[in-house]
């Protein structure tokens, strides 16, 4: 007969949750070292793009991120597990290398770039004791890019990711792709334009690799540390999303 482990006390749960609200400061501030890379605004980055790549960015998204997640799934097969800093390191190169010919060549960088990222979370699920091969997981994945980029990440939707997922199924998962590729377009189309500022594209390139691994990578430990943390503590995952969501925003409130 197996024995189960008694949950986890009050004190652990609110600590975990501390732990997850300082993961999740940490990833809003990663931005700002793009921004002093490129020396403008985030509202004003995506204006710097020709129309017709930024009519077709959503279209690429959704491709980029339907073929990513079978790519990053399969490279499981080759390294099951990399370090975190492994990621980091190889974004940030293949972003100089993308800004080093301009938007050609980071467009061309753009589904790489998106099918590490996903493989940095997938690692971050695994990390957190879960498979990546299970739908349900591969669609929590997916949710994590539905978090606000590092360069946009004031407007609430940073914590809108965070819901309670619904049943999964393959049309779940693509539904959940299709509502979350308009989003992760607009975050996409701000990396591409800082990798189009002149002179400084490649640095801007790696800066915002950099950035936004690091991003996802914080983010993926607050999603993937809470739903954990709910099996943990033998307690519904929507009471701890929302006691998580109280401790980031009641300093918004007192400020």
Same mark, same amino acid.
């Given at each position: 007969?197996?024995?189960?482990?008694?949950?986890?006390?009050?004190?652990?749960?609110?600590?975990?949750?501390?732990?997850?609200?300082?993961?999740?400061?940490?990833?809003?501030?990663?931005?700002?070292?793009?921004?002093?890379?490129?020396?403008?605004?985030?509202?004003?980055?995506?204006?710097?793009?020709?129309?017709?790549?930024?009519?077709?960015?959503?279209?690429?998204?959704?491709?980029?991120?339907?073929?990513?997640?079978?790519?990053?799934?399969?490279?499981?097969?080759?390294?099951?597990?990399?370090?975190?800093?492994?990621?980091?390191? #190889?974004?940030? *190169?293949? %972003? !100089? &290398?993308?800004?080093?010919?301009?938007?050609?060549?980071?467009?061309?960088?753009?589904? /790489?770039?998106?099918?590490?990222?996903?493989?940095?979370?997938?690692?971050?699920?695994?990390?957190?004791?879960?498979?990546?091969?299970?739908?349900?997981?591969?669609?929590?994945?997916?949710?994590?890019?539905?978090?606000?980029?590092?360069?946009?990440?004031?407007?609430?939707?940073?914590?809108?990711?965070?819901?309670?997922?619904?049943?999964?199924?393959?049309?779940?998962?693509?539904?959940?792709?299709?509502?979350?590729?308009?989003?992760?377009?607009?975050?996409?189309?701000?990396?591409?334009?800082?990798?189009?500022?002149?002179? #400084?594209?490649? *640095?801007? %390139? !790696? &800066?915002?690799?950099?950035?936004?691994?690091?991003?996802?990578?914080?983010?993926?430990? /607050?999603?993937?540390?809470?739903?954990?943390?709910?099996?943990?503590?033998?307690?519904?995952?929507?009471?701890?999303?929302?006691?998580?969501?109280?401790?980031?925003?009641?300093?918004?409130?007192?400020?």
């Amino acid at each position: 007969m197996e024995i189960l482990e008694a949950p986890i006390d009050p004190d652990a749960v609110e600590a975990r949750l501390k732990a997850l609200a300082e993961r999740h400061a940490r990833a809003s501030n990663v931005g700002i070292q793009v921004l002093n890379v490129i020396g403008g605004q985030a509202e004003s980055l995506l204006n710097r793009l020709p129309s017709g790549v930024r009519n077709q960015l959503a279209e690429r998204t959704d491709q980029a991120l339907t073929i990513s997640m079978d790519a990053a799934h399969r490279s499981r097969g080759v390294v099951e597990v990399t370090p975190s800093w492994m990621g980091r390191a #190889l974004t940030t *190169a293949m %972003g !100089a &290398a993308g800004g080093m010919g301009g938007l050609p060549t980071a467009l061309a960088e753009l589904p /790489v770039t998106v099918t590490v990222l996903l493989r940095t979370i997938q690692d971050v699920a695994v990390e957190h004791g879960f498979d990546p091969a299970e739908p349900g997981v591969q669609y929590d994945c997916i949710q994590v890019f539905a978090a606000a980029g590092p360069l946009d990440h004031d407007d609430g939707s940073d914590l809108a990711f965070l819901s309670t997922r619904m049943a999964v199924t393959g049309t779940a998962i693509k539904s959940l792709i299709a509502r979350v590729a308009p989003r992760l377009a607009t975050v996409l189309g701000q990396k591409l334009a800082a990798q189009t500022v002149p002179v #400084l594209g490649a *640095a801007a %390139g !790696a &800066a915002t690799n950099y950035a936004y691994t690091s991003y996802y990578q914080q983010m993926a430990h /607050v999603h993937f540390g809470l739903r954990r943390l709910a099996i943990d503590a033998g307690q519904p995952h929507g009471e701890l999303i929302e006691d998580f969501r109280k401790l980031v925003e009641t300093p918004v409130k007192r400020a």
